[in-house]
């Protein structure tokens, strides 16, 4: 078992950044891949981006990618993400979510074992 907690949400303007963080607790956090998704109201929830177990390799939603940054600290049992020149389009539930298989870049949500609560990110234009 893994518990996962995401903070840093919250509203910001246009063009701004937020770093969303992702304490881990329970089960030896370096064992896991590590992901951020999101849901928007009445969309799915979709993927964002995946880290490996090192912190060596990461892969982005298209969306995202050259604006926001995934990182893990296994130190201290956390994640983030730093988003920059953020969108309205980005407004969202952030989740961030572990894989129990180290080395898989997973991009769908039935890939994941645990997931935490979310945070609300509010970009307005």
């Known amino acids: 078992q893994v518990q996962l907690v995401e903070s840093g949400g919250g509203s910001v303007q246009a063009g701004g950044s937020l770093r969303l963080s992702c304490a881990a607790s329970g089960r030896t956090f370096s064992i896991y891949a590590m992901g951020w998704f999101r849901q928007a109201p009445g969309k799915e929830r979709e993927f964002v981006a995946v880290i490996n177990w090192t912190g060596g390799n990461a892969y982005y939603a298209d969306s995202v990618k050259g604006r926001f940054t995934i990182s893990r600290d296994n130190a201290k049992n956390t994640m983030y993400l730093q988003m920059n020149s953020l969108k309205p389009e980005d407004t969202a539930v952030y989740y961030c979510?572990?894989?129990?298989?180290?080395?898989?870049?997973?991009?769908?949500?039935?890939?994941?074992?645990?997931w935490g609560q979310g945070t609300q990110v509010t970009v307005s234009s």
């Open positions: 979510a572990a894989d129990y298989r180290p080395i898989r870049l997973g991009l769908h949500a039935y890939e994941y074992d645990y």
